[in-house]
Structure formats: structure tokens, C-alpha cells
């Protein structure tokens, strides 16, 4: 059973270039949600996608914008790309409120 | 917003010691959820609690969710190499789908 999937593992963009992250739930999950994390810190919500809507949105601007797919995957967006938004990007499924399953992350670099 | 505050930020300890570390809440969670993250990788769940007072045991590790909600603590017995990387304590608030995550502690094991 494949656990939660990310790509790509690692990109690197310029300043003002949009990305495009993709991530396949644990089989069996029906929620997907997508972590920031920078050196040092724990993650930080972005946004969680269910039955193809955006349910829930954490402190993140619009050029943070994502979609889910009828089967369950998801794409995480982010547009004019700033050298704050270089982070580690995480992928979390679950079914129902709790106990999240991570990927292993999209490692971004914006330069 | 929430914050989940652990302690101690990092440790470093002799194999085969114990290790102890903690985290609290100024607001009441209804589950706690503690993560191993190593580098470059995603978080790992270990442990799962959902109710106040549990103790909960996954092989050498040990939680606890705390009789006020506001608090709990992760125990590893007989401390191995394979131990290191960050502890991560993590929650949903009342009535929300994000989780909030702590800023981790970073473990430290001497052969």
C-alpha cells in the first residue's frame, strides 16, 4: 500500500514564476491538505481540499491556490513566486478530522 | 491564533538514556499528535491520543494526553541512535481542520 506520494522532490524557480506541486493521498483517504515548512520550524497550514472543494484555509495568501481531483489527488499552485516562499511543501491525508499521513515533501528553491 | 509550545528545543543524550519532553496549549485540544520528522523527509506519525487522562505506547515510546487538556507528554525508553530527529507535537483545534504544530524538539543520541 503506497503511503502519501509528492512531486516533484525538489525544484528550483525564479522570483515572479508560478509552480505547481502534485500530491497522491494514502489509499483509502478521502482529505488532503498541504503544509509549509521553513528551516527550523514546524509546519504551517496552508489550505485542506475535500470532496473537491477547499474546506478549511490557513494565513496564506491567494497566490496560494490549490485543487482536488475526483480521485482524491490534489495540486497545491503558487504564483508569482517570492524567495520567502523557498520551503519544504507537505502533502497530509487522512479520513475524518485527525491523524494526518505526510509525504515527503516538495523541497522548493526560489531564486 | 493557537500555539503549542514544547520543550526542551533539543536534547542530547547517551544511548540507552530516557528521554522526556512535553507540550502545552493555551487553548484545549481534543486530540494530540506526535511526529518524528528526519531530514528531508516528511513527518512520521508515532502516536495518536484522543482522549484526556490516555497513555498510549507504540514499541519504546510512550504518550500521554494530559487530565487538562491543555498539555501532553512523549517519553522514549532506553534511548537508540536510530532515535534522532525532531518531535513534533501537533493538534486540531475545537471545531478546525488544520493541525498546529509545535516547534519541535531536536534529539541528539551519542553512541
Known amino acids: 500500500d503506497a503511503g502519501v506520494t509528492q512531486s516533484p522532490t525538489h525544484l528550483i524557480k525564479t522570483r515572479g514564476q508560478q509552480v505547481t506541486l502534485r500530491c497522491s493521498p494514502k489509499?483509502?483517504?478521502?482529505?488532503v491538505s498541504w503544509y509549509q515548512q521553513a528551516l527550523g520550524q514546524g509546519p504551517q497550514f496552508i489550505f485542506q481540499y475535500y470532496e473537491e472543494e477547499e474546506r478549511q484555509r490557513g494565513n496564506f495568501p491567494d497566490r496560494f491556490s490549490g485543487h482536488q481531483f475526483p480521485n482524491y489527488s490534489s495540486e497545491l499552485n503558487v504564483n508569482a513566486l517570492l524567495l520567502g516562499d523557498s520551503a519544504l511543501y507537505l502533502c497530509a491525508s487522512g479520513q475524518g478530522l485527525t491523524e494526518a499521513f505526510f509525504g515527503q515533501g516538495t523541497r522548493l528553491t526560489v531564486v | 491564533g493557537q500555539q503549542l509550545n514544547q520543550s526542551p528545543q533539543s536534547m542530547f543524550i547517551q544511548e540507552g538514556e530516557d528521554v522526556s519532553m512535553n507540550c502545552t496549549s493555551s487553548s484545549i485540544f481534543n486530540t494530540w499528535l506526535w511526529y518524528k520528522q528526519e531530514p528531508g523527509e516528511g513527518p512520521v506519525l508515532l502516536i495518536a491520543l484522543y482522549k484526556a487522562g490516555e497513555l498510549t505506547s507504540n514499541g519504546r515510546l510512550t504518550a500521554q494526553f494530559g487530565i487538562t487538556r491543555k498539555d501532553s507528554f512523549l517519553n522514549i525508553s532506553a534511548s537508540i541512535p536510530s532515535d534522532v530527529g525532531i518531535y513534533f507535537c501537533?493538534?486540531?483545534?475545537?471545531?478546525?481542520?488544520?493541525?498546529?504544530f509545535g516547534k519541535g524538539t531536536k534529539l541528539s543520541v551519542i553512541p
Open positions: 501537533a493538534g486540531p483545534g475545537a471545531g478546525s481542520y488544520q493541525l498546529t
Open positions: 489509499s483509502g483517504h478521502d482529505t
